[in-house]
């Protein structure tokens, strides 16, 4: 690397992603604690059938969707988006370029957000899967999604050390990624419809896109720029890396299908195929990950290491999962059944809300410069959501499994099938009520940490407030 | 937290080369993937739904063997081709065609006569049912592009429907009729018709 | 490397990849799909849904009911039945091929007939054995049934195919089945049942999880203690004696659209024999 004489301080790059990430952090903590706190509501139902029977803002089948796009477009899209700007800035070594945008960009998304969850819950969702925002909320969505890429690409441009790093390539693919899938889905499903089953096959597409490989992209791409990190070595093999880049997003994009939809066969063969060869990626993702760390004699003690740790192996297992959801046999058992749902909340929240997790709190305190308000609060958050998590997605994978198999059974009536998974929503419900403590203590952080900064802002008086960035740029 | 993320030696990251068995165990994977889609896909066909494999398999699997089958496939030929006149109740159309419910020509026992008809065509005064039909445009020789089968099951279609009874005629007996046919210009009326072998 | 070129190329390469395959392959082969013709037959399918059944899928698309239901049925396989029709003229001969090929039936009467002489076999196998019987001058025919938990369930006759979807938007394929399928639901409950199951499953089905959509409909004192015409008939002590409950037009509509649900004739491409007359024309 080669100093030179105008070499931007590390703290003048932390300080320039302050208000962006403030402005993306704290909506997505708001956002996630709703959304747990909604998808407990909509699990309720199956404790309490006619709980909301007079109530159509809370009924189940509106509820649910908008519980789960909360914490995909609410809490996960944003969040990612704000630890991609930091890795862009702290790779580049240059303070965010167009720093107004991401601003901007975040507010416009989570009004999209509101606008989006508003449109399900008074029922006028698109009826498709992850889709459900309609209209007004895709292009508030998209348009902050655009204002965002700006402003990272042209801090990606403007970067001191040409060399690509690792996670350029997942990341600056992922920035690409959404605005294609995104957009070409709502505008075949939603502008301008195409006829019948064509469009579950996009819709399809759309979600396995944006679930499996936008996540995998933004989460993999960050988890390979923060283990090094914590590691305290370079990445295990670069070329492996690349070579888990490019196998992941040729086969991981062409997953999705399931069996046995009322599509013709080649589309879920190809699915099932794509699926097969994704153990190809997976197999390097975990070689680099437990090369990287293995012998590191870094402690994590519930700290941003262990999230990304965790998070990471969590991806493989949720990826295993989707895998085991594609082979012909298996898929037979546990398609339609609460198995699929186990794998996308893993997905969701095991591997990726852990990773940006772990993100979050190793860059938040540098962003701030100063310590988090509960410090303490990381651990127990973690161990929260590790508890949680095995309740919600073990006691929903197993009763997916069993559920299928006696679906597959004509002689066991379906009343039967159904009370024999009610059990386990006793598990997963005592689960999302972890979750959602964990993101409460989440949450707790960013807000305390936002309004203490705010007013100390206030306090500093009216010269800090035209230059709040030197105010606090002395590192604690 | 005790390091500095942008130490610079760890921003880099060393360069190994991809392990061989890696894309040995993808190539691998890539024609097994292969030979799955191969066996699985229908190649693209839209018609074709798993669990069938082929366009080929499922084209065997259609319910079109005995004769109710060739009942059913005869409707269909029979609606597009001669519906229009005959009527699809097979009344027939003042002024187009004579009908073929209960008329003897399509109950007589043989079935010479009834191959030779579409296969010709037929002009002049016609007797059905004991009444003389006359029909300005007659009847051209549409059956005479028609395959033997569909042919055959338009036949035995108008012998087993609205209240006709009689037998089966098969696609060979088609074959030997027009095998047999001699003149190349349509039947004049019931006079040249019953000259023809019932 | 230095040059971003390449990511952009791998994101192009990829992800068009699967757009073309994908996006543009599944518009240019369903998305122009047409009507077909019910197999054997010349009626059109699938018809368009009635104003109230398309109307009930904004209701049903609105709820949110894909959360729980499918609207899919699966196929594991397909086989074959032989079913002898006729003995034709010569008995004996018949009797004596079905001593080879089943003994069970060698004494077979014409009085017995149509019987059932193979069923659950391959296509191969019936072909050949209904050969040889044709051979013995008997009319025998080949019945194929599709086959499946899905299908032993009574959720549907055959799979479900892209036609079946035809009119729809949105397309509410479903992912989950916490509760049953629905593919064919049109052919179990009726208007009246469907409209009960919607304000109180449980008393239509016990041990249903189903949450009663009672915001659908309205309850009210019933008029001089005679119910209106629109009035539901529900059994006794689901609401006071002197009440009654009347469907909304959403609830109306929503249980048009369940009874219009019924994907339950022949196609070519999810063929299958009819035990009975074809759907579309009993109604």
């Known amino acids: 690397m080669n100093v030179n004489e105008n070499k931007i301080s590390v703290s003048e790059i932390d300080a320039s992603c302050r208000v962006p990430l403030l402005a993306l952090f704290g909506g997505a903590a708001l956002w ?105 909320a895709f292009v508030l969505l998209l348009c902050a999604f655009f204002l965002f890429a700006i402003s990272a690409f042209a801090t990606f441009g403007a970067r001191h050390h040409r060399e690509l790093h690792v996670s350029h390539w997942f990341l600056i693919a992922a920035l690409l990624w959404f605005p294609w899938i995104y957009a070409a889905a709502n505008f075949f499903l939603v502008i301008c419809p195409v006829r019948g089953v064509a469009q579950a096959v996009i819709d399809w597409w759309f979600a396995n896109n944006l679930i499996f490989v936008w996540l995998a992209l933004v989460g993999i791409g960050a988890a390979f720029y923060f283990l090094p990190k914590f590691a305290g070595r370079p990445l295990h093999n670069h070329y ?43 197999i390097a993702i975990a070689k680099i990950s437990v090369k990287t760390v293995y012998g590191a004699n870094t402690q994590c003690k519930g700290g ?38 186990a794998q996308t909340q893993f997905q969701l929240l095991g591997f990726f809300a852990i990773v940006i997790l772990g993100g979050f709190y190793e860059l938040m305190l540098r962003v701030m410069g100063c310590e988090l308000p509960y410090p303490k609060f990381v651990r127990v958050q973690h161990w929260l959501f590790i508890a949680g998590l095995v309740l919600l997605v073990g006691s929903l994978a197993v009763a997916g499994i069993v559920q299928g198999m006696k679906l597959e059974n004509p002689k066991i009536a379906f009343d039967d099938v159904s009370s024999a998974t009610l059990i386990a929503f006793r598990f997963s419900t005592t689960g999302q009520l972890l979750l959602l403590l964990g993101s409460f203590l989440f949450a707790a952080n960013i807000f305390v940490m936002t309004a203490r900064w705010k007013f100390g802002l206030l306090k500093s008086g009216w010269k800090a407030l035209n230059a709040p960035l030197q105010a606090s740029e002395v590192k604690s | 937290m005790n390091h500095d993320l ?110 030779e008809i579409p296969q010709l065509g037929l002009n002049g005064t016609i007797t059905v049912k004991g009444q003389p039909m006359n029909f300005p445009t007659g009847m051209a020789a549409v059956g005479s592009a028609m395959s033997d089968a569909d042919l055959a099951a338009i036949l035995t279609y108008i012998r087993a429907s609205w209240g006709n009874n009689a037998d089966a005629v098969t696609a060979d007996d088609v074959k030997a009729v027009r095998a047999s046919v001699g003149g190349h210009h349509a039947i004049d009326g019931d006079v040249e018709l019953k000259t023809i072998p019932e | 490397m230095k040059s971003s070129f390449p990511i952009f190329l791998a994101v192009f390469v990829a992800l068009g990849a699967s757009f073309g395959g994908f996006v543009v392959g599944g518009i240019s082969q369903l998305g122009t799909e047409k009507q077909t013709t019910v197999l054997n037959s010349t009626d059109t399918y699938p018809l368009q849904r009635t104003g109230d059944a398309t109307l009930g899928l904004q209701v049903y698309r609105a709820q949110g009911c894909a959360a729980c239901h499918t609207t899919q049925v699966r196929q594991d396989g397909m086989t074959c039945d032989v079913v002898l029709m006729g003995a034709g003229k010569n008995l004996r001969a018949v009797q004596k091929v079905l001593g080879e090929i089943a003994p069970a ?167 299958f024999t009819p035990t009975v007359s074809a759907p579309a024309e009993k109604k």
């Open chain 1, 240 to 282: 492996l890396a690349l070579f888990a880049f490019w196998t992941l997003i040729i086969f991981g994009t062409w997953c999705g299908i399931p069996q046995g939809a009322p599509v013709p066969a080649w589309l879920p063969a190809a699915s099932t195929v794509a699926s097969a060869l994704l153990i190809i990626p997976l």
């Open chain 3, 105 to 271: 039936d060698k004494d077979l009467a014409t009085n017995q007939l149509p019987k059932t002489i193979f069923s659950g076999v391959t296509k191969e196998v019936a072909g050949d054995n209904s050969d040889k019987l044709t051979g013995a001058g008997a009319k025998a025919e080949i019945h194929i049934n599709a086959t499946g938990a899905d299908i032993s369930r009574g959720w549907g006759i055959r799979q479900s195919v892209a036609e079946d979807f035809l009119w729809d938007y949105p397309v509410q394929l479903g992912s989950l089945r916490a509760g049953p399928d629905l593919a064919n639901v049109g052919a179990r409950y009726t208007m009246n049942l469907q409209l009960q199951h919607l304000y109180a499953p449980q008393s239509v089905d016990k041990n249903s999880a189903m949450p009663p959509f009672k915001y659908l409909f309205v309850v009210r004192k019933k008029i001089n203690g005679e119910l209106s015409p629109d009035a539901l008939s529900l059994p006794k002590g689901i609401v006071p004696d002197d009440s009654e409950v009347i469907p909304t037009d959403d609830a109306k509509n929503l249980a048009a659209y369940l009874v219009s649900l019924r994907a339950d004739v022949p196609l070519y491409d999810a063929p």
């Open chain 1, 304 to 341: 941003p290491f262990c999230y990304i740790k965790f998070g990471t192996a969590a991806f493989i297992l949720s990826s295993l999962m989707l895998i085991a959801q594609a082979c012909p046999h298996f898929s037979r058992v546990v398609g339609f059944t609460w198995f699929g749902p």
């Open chain 2, 6 to 115: 942008s130490n610079s030696k760890s921003q880099t990251s060393t360069h190994l080369t991809v392990p061989i068995w890696i894309i040995a165990l993808m190539l691998t994977l890539i024609f097994l993937g292969g030979v799955y889609f191969d066996h699985h896909s229908g190649w693209f066909d839209a018609k074709v739904y798993g669990p069938y494999q082929s366009a080929g398999q499922l084209a065997a699997y259609q319910p079109l063997s005995g004769e109710a089958a060739i009942v059913a496939h005869g409707k269909q030929v029979y609606e597009i081709n001669c519906g229009t006149c005959h009527g699809p109740d097979g009344m027939g159309m003042p002024g187009k065609a004579p009908p073929l419910a209960g008329s003897e020509w399509v109950n007589a026992k043989g079935f010479h006569r009834l191959v």
């Open chain 1, 32 to 136: 996630l604690v709703i959304g747990l706190a909604l998808s407990i509501v909509a699990s309720l139902t199956f404790h309490k059938p006619d709980m909301f029977a007079n109530c159509a803002w809370l009924t189940y089948g509106r509820v649910q969707p908008a519980a789960n796009d909360l914490i995909l477009y609410g809490f996960c899209i944003p969040a990612a988006l704000g630890v991609m700007l930091w890795i862009f800035a702290r790779l580049s070594q240059i303070p965010i370029v167009l720093p107004l945008l991401p601003i901007v960009a975040a507010n416009i998304w989570h009004l999209g957000v509101v606008v989006g969850t508003l449109v399900i819950l008074s029922g006028n969702s698109t009826g498709f899967l992850w889709l459900e925002y309609g209209r007004g």
